[in-house]
Nanobody
């Protein structure tokens, strides 16, 4: 069984910073692409940033220059450093990982965390 657990969300004033973490655990063989997504009330879930197994990154235009995604492969953990936060960044942030397990070495599957709330006040 694989689990992704996010942490680090909270309430912050506009212009402030937060750092989200996503820890993957279980019978993991290898983690391929990881990413952060977010869903605001009444809106669809959207991509925030992704990072590949070789640390190639992509960002949504709305967060470029403010957010930084990173990962520690030794710890199976991904991070999202969020600076200069805006009220429109308010959402539930979800961790995503494409990975293989010891039970299915060559069958990558998609996993999601339970989400962590980020609220930015104006």
């Amino acid at each position: 069984q694989v689990q992704l657990v996010e942490s680090g969300g909270g309430l912050v004033q506009a212009g402030g910073s937060l750092r989200l973490s996503c820890a993957a655990s279980g019978s993991i063989f290898s983690i391929r692409t990881m990413g952060w997504y977010r869903q605001a009330p009444g809106k669809q879930r959207e991509l925030v940033a992704t990072i590949s197994s070789v640390n190639s990154t992509t960002y949504a235009d709305s967060v470029k220059g403010r957010f930084t995604i990173s990962r520690d492969n030794a710890k199976n953990t991904m991070y999202l450093q969020m600076n200069s936060l805006k009220p429109e960044d308010t959402a539930v942030y979800y961790c995503n990982a494409v990975l293989t397990t010891a039970q299915a070495l060559y069958q990558p599957k998609n996993y999601w965390g339970q989400g962590t709330q980020v609220t930015v006040s104006s």
